[in-house]
C-alpha cells in the first residue's frame, strides 16, 4: 500500500526528502489552510498531513488528525536572483533601504505576504512600493518568476521555499521584531485507511536522520 502525504508548501521540500528516503510514498501539496479546510470537510485524500502546528491541534481537537509530531519552524526572509544585488535586510534601516533601492517588490498573497505589506505600509513606504509591487499565489510562482527577471528586485517568502528555489538566493532572516516564526507539525488522517504506515512515516519524522533532512530544507 502506498502511503499519501499532504503537505503545505514550507513542509513540501522536507516531505519528498524524507518520502524519497522512505520510498513507496506519494506526496501532495496545497496551501496550509485549503488542507486544512479539506480534513474538516472529509474531502481530502491523504493518509498523514503537514500542516501550521495550530491547524495541526484544531483538527485533533476535532477528532480528525491524532498523533501529532512537532517538525520546527519556518521563518521568512529575502530572496533575490542569482547574480543580483544582495541588499542587507537583518535590521529595520537595511530592510528600508533594500525595499525603497529594489527595481521590484515580490510577495505571495498568502498570510506572510500580507504581513509584509503592513510592514511596508509601518515604514511609510506604501506609496514608493506601489508601482513596483508583483505578488503571486504560491512561493513557488513567486521564485519562478524571480529566477527568470533581469534587474535588482527583492522578494520574500518562508525560508523552506527560497532554499529549494533555483536560481534565487536566500539573503536572510527578515528583522527580528517583525519575523514570523511558524510552528509545523505533522499528523495522522483519523480516516487512514494505514494507520500502521502512516504511524510508521511518523516515527521516522523524529529520527535524527529526519530532523536533519528538515533542518537543510531550513526549519529551525
Do not use: Y
Not at 15 to 25: M, P, T
Not at 28 to 33: K, Y
Not at 82 to 105: F, H, N
Not at 120 to 137: P, S
Request: glycine share 10%; with cysteine; net charge negative.
Amino acid at each position: 500500500m502506498t502511503l499519501r502525504i499532504l503537505a503545505a508548501g514550507s513542509m513540501l521540500h522536507g516531505a519528498r526528502a524524507c518520502a524519497a528516503a522512505l520510498g513507496n510514498i506519494e506526496v501532495a501539496t496545497d496551501h496550509g489552510h485549503n488542507i486544512r479546510n479539506a480534513v474538516g470537510r472529509d474531502a481530502v485524500d491523504a493518509d498523514v498531513v503537514l500542516i501550521p502546528a495550530d491547524m495541526i491541534m484544531e483538527l485533533q481537537s476535532e477528532g480528525l488528525v491524532r498523533d501529532p509530531v512537532p517538525l520546527g519552524t519556518v521563518g521568512i526572509g529575502g530572496v533575490v536572483r542569482l547574480g543580483s544585488l544582495m541588499p542587507k535586510i537583518t535590521i529595520m534601516t537595511e530592510l528600508r533601504d533594500a525595499i525603497t533601492a529594489a527595481d521590484a517588490i515580490l510577495l505571495t498573497h498568502a498570510p506572510t505576504g500580507d504581513h509584509l505589506m503592513s510592514v511596508i505600509e509601518n515604514l511609510g513606504l506604501t506609496e514608493t512600493v506601489v508601482t513596483k509591487l508583483l505578488r503571486f499565489d504560491t512561493s513557488t510562482a513567486l521564485n519562478v518568476h524571480l529566477a527568470g527577471r533581469s534587474d535588482n528586485a527583492l522578494g520574500f517568502g518562508p525560508e523552506t521555499e527560497i532554499r529549494s528555489a533555483k536560481g534565487v538566493g536566500w539573503i536572510g532572516d527578515v528583522p527580528p521584531e517583525i519575523q514570523i516564526a511558524l510552528p509545523c507539525a505533522a499528523a495522522v488522517l483519523a480516516s487512514t485507511k494505514a494507520p500502521d504506515i502512516a504511524g510508521a512515516f511518523l516515527k521516522f519524522l523524529q529520527t535524527d536522520i529526519a530532523r536533519e533532512i528538515f533542518r537543510h530544507s531550513g526549519f529551525r
